[in-house]
């Protein structure tokens, strides 16, 4: 039994060396990219146990992708300019004096982030339980 344990112990320390190495105090990304690799090892050993297995490895993708997606920060500003979500028809339009539509990118921006967390949060409350035993 000690030697399981050692042994587990030793290649989670490895599965787990860049997350445990770029550890930061009082940093969110540092827990998300835990529960990703944790989620990435999930999906990796796959469920032996017969069951719902194709579909948890599913739900864990798409977990894993919405963690990506919130720790690269990065929710298309260049595309939201360039679909004209705000600007309208920007070429026609005299230059813009006041600083508000940056404001309202910023809020959007923090709005799909936020819609990001909720969901991630929200398929983990539902089906954690269904992922480990």
Same mark, same amino acid.
């Given at each position: 039994?000690?030697?399981?344990?050692?042994?587990?112990?030793?290649?989670?320390?490895?599965? #787990?060396?860049? /997350?445990?190495?770029?550890?930061?105090? =009082?940093?969110? /990304? %540092?827990?998300? +990219?835990?529960?990703?690799?944790?989620? !990435?090892? +999930? $999906? $990796?050993? =796959?469920? *032996?146990? =017969? =069951?719902?297995?194709?579909?948890?490895?599913?739900?864990? +993708?798409?977990?894993?992708?919405?963690?990506?997606? @919130?720790? $690269?920060?990065?929710?298309? @500003? +260049?595309?939201? @300019?360039?679909?004209?979500?705000?600007?309208?028809? #920007?070429?026609?339009? *005299? *230059?813009?004096?006041?600083?508000? *539509?940056?404001?309202?990118?910023? /809020?959007?921006?923090? %709005?799909?982030? /936020?819609?990001?967390?909720?969901?991630?949060?929200?398929? !983990?409350?539902? %089906? @954690?339980?269904?992922?480990?035993?």
């Amino acid at each position: 039994m000690l030697f399981y344990r050692l042994k587990n112990f030793f290649k989670n320390l490895w599965w #787990y060396r860049r /997350e445990l190495w770029d550890d930061n105090e =009082g940093d969110f /990304e %540092y827990t998300l +990219s835990l529960l990703k690799r944790k989620l !990435m090892k +999930s $999906k $990796k050993v =796959g469920f *032996p146990y =017969g =069951g719902d297995g194709e579909r948890h490895v599913k739900e864990i +993708s798409i977990c894993i992708n919405l963690i990506d997606r @919130i720790l $690269k920060d990065d929710y298309s @500003i +260049s595309e939201i @300019i360039n679909d004209n979500w705000i600007w309208g028809d #920007y070429a026609n339009r *005299p *230059p813009l004096k006041t600083k508000f *539509p940056k404001v309202v990118l910023y /809020e959007h921006m923090t %709005y799909m982030k /936020e819609q990001d967390l909720d969901l991630l949060f929200k398929m !983990m409350r539902k %089906y @954690i339980q269904c992922w480990w035993d």
